[in-house]
């Protein structure tokens, strides 16, 4: 027989044996073959890490909701007013003046999510996300206690609308409402602040219409995700979600089912249970059916998979039952599982730990050395020099901002050049109210036999309470002196 002929009928047959198994990355569960939406009916989960995850979740969300009305030195602990642009992270105020620093706070946190990801895989989905502790963790459970397990709820959303079904309807979407209803308000006075949110919930609509629709947005938003969306909003819009492709490694710890143990797969006949000639795993689908994305774990690593656990515990009960070892689907990474050991730290691993202690540190040197007024000095624009008797004088305007929460009285002094003078055009004292700015037109004046340049660096120093806050360097403008004439003078 044709050698040539025979290789290519072998390739065609993994080829084939590999489309086979793969076939279900063409598709996800949620979506039929026509497009259509596939309700996921996921069974209750229990077990140890589900118990892990209640409690994980009390604390999250119980700092979510108090977040607003906790307070550092009487500032908020987190407030993102993203309409004023102002920031306060720990008590710290951030204007748009630090926006390089909220920069460097952008990366190095994208840099930590991505070497966290490369090490722990989706831990911050299954654990952290409020997006899955919403909705596992409070709908999800709102859901089974009014319409039970996930066989009652498909019997109710078939059966005709009698009084049980309108009751139950009902006080659920009312629950999901008022709930959704507490997240908005919670958003609102992380954006704009506790006080602000309570002046817009106290008075009439009419009297802050702005802020009244933000909240019925905010509402309907969080009442659409929970009530429709849901799983969609991992699977479909998030984009950490869709990052995983290209961040997970085969050393990234993942819920993992370990197809070395649990293949072949195979019944337990109920005439010798004892007797078992396959692996592991029974194919008693209960990991698929617990998955509140409709997947089924032993396909393996699927982007649609939030880790959230439920997998884990259903087949480690079922593993107990057959008188197995747990474990069968647990967190691993796909080379543990190939070749017995767990090697977490690797060159990516490395790499990414090395850019972020570097960028930890410049965070670190920017916000000790951040200074509390931001001074920005230019020149008045379409002015060069002015002439005096003795002197070259130059004309700037001054914005002090003042980042703090007191009001500063503020002095600025000359540094260097030792013989150039400041003088402000008003002579009011520089007072900054808190969390304000305040300009001011200033001229600096250089005697002309001290000018050896077109252009003499100027340093400012900015006092507060006679200590240097704040140095500013400014561009002063003389004539090209010939150094013979400078000599003469
Ligand atoms: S729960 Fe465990 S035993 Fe049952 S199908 Fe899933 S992996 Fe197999
Ligand atoms: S596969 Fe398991 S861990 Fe992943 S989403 Fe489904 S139940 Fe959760």
Not at 27 to 50: C, F, M, N, Q
Not at 269 to 296: F, N, Q, R
């Amino acid at each position: 027989m044709d050698v040539h002929k025979v290789r290519l009928e072998e390739n065609d047959a993994i080829s084939s044996i590999i489309k086979d198994q793969e076939e279900f990355r063409d598709s996800i569960a949620t979506v039929d073959e026509k497009g259509k939406r596939v309700w996921i009916y996921p069974k209750k989960p229990s077990g140890l890490y589900h118990k892990w995850r209640i409690a994980v979740t009390v604390l999250l969300l119980s700092i979510l909701f108090a977040g607003p009305f906790l307070k550092i030195n009487g500032q908020p602990f987190l407030l993102l007013n993203i309409f004023e642009r102002k920031f306060v992270i720990l008590g710290q105020a951030f204007w748009p003046q630090d926006f390089f620093l909220l920069a460097i706070v952008l990366i190095t946190f994208f840099v930590f999510v991505i070497l966290f990801t490369v090490v722990f895989g989706r831990v911050w989905c299954g654990w952290m996300c409020p997006q899955t502790l919403f909705m596992e963790m409070v709908f999800r459970k709102i859901e089974y206690w009014i319409e039970g397990d996930s066989g009652a709820q498909r019997r109710l959303n078939k059966q005709p609308w009698d009084a049980t079904k309108i009751f139950k309807k009902t006080s659920k979407h009312i629950i999901f409402l008022l709930i959704s209803i507490l997240i908005a308000h919670t958003v609102m006075a992380y954006l704009i602040g506790v006080d602000n949110t309570a002046d817009i919930v106290s008075r009439p609509p009419s009297e802050n219409l702005a802020g009244f629709l933000g909240l019925v947005g905010f509402t309907g938003i969080f009442y659409f995700v929970y009530a429709k969306f849901r799983e969609q909003a991992c699977i479909a819009v998030c984009p950490y979600g869709r990052l995983q492709g290209v961040l997970l490694t085969k050393e990234s710890l993942v819920v993992a089912y370990d197809w070395l143990r649990g293949e072949p797969r195979g019944h337990i006949k109920k005439e010798s249970p004892a007797k078992v000639e396959h692996g592991d795993c029974i194919d008693c689908k209960l990991c698929v059916h617990v998955c509140p994305t409709g997947i089924d774990i032993r396909n393996g690593t699927q982007l649609e998979c939030v880790n959230c656990t439920a997998c884990i515990d259903a087949c480690d009960d079922v593993m107990v039952k057959i008188g197995r070892p747990k474990g069968l689907i647990r967190y691993a990474s796909y080379n543990s599982i190939k070749d017995g050991i767990l090697q977490i730290v690797n060159g990516r691993v490395i790499g990414y730990s090395v850019v972020l202690l570097v960028l930890l540190s410049v965070l670190s040197f920017a916000l000790i050395t951040r200074s509390d007024v931001e001074a920005t000095m230019l020149k008045v624009p379409g002015t060069l020099y002015q002439r005096e008797p003795g002197f070259i004088t130059n004309l700037y305007n001054v914005e002090f901002v003042n980042k703090t929460f007191g009001e500063l009285t503020l002095e600025m002094k000359v540094e260097s050049p030792p013989t150039a003078q400041l003088k402000k055009v008003d002579s009011n004292a520089i007072i900054i109210p808190a969390e304000g700015f305040v300009k001011g037109v200033y001229f600096i004046r250089i005697p002309d036999k001290d000018i050896t340049n077109a252009r003499t660096v100027v340093v400012l120093g900015v006092y507060h309470n006679n200590k240097k806050i704040e140095t500013v360097k400014v561009k002063f403008i003389g004539p090209v002196v010939k150094a013979s004439d400078a000599k003469r003078n």
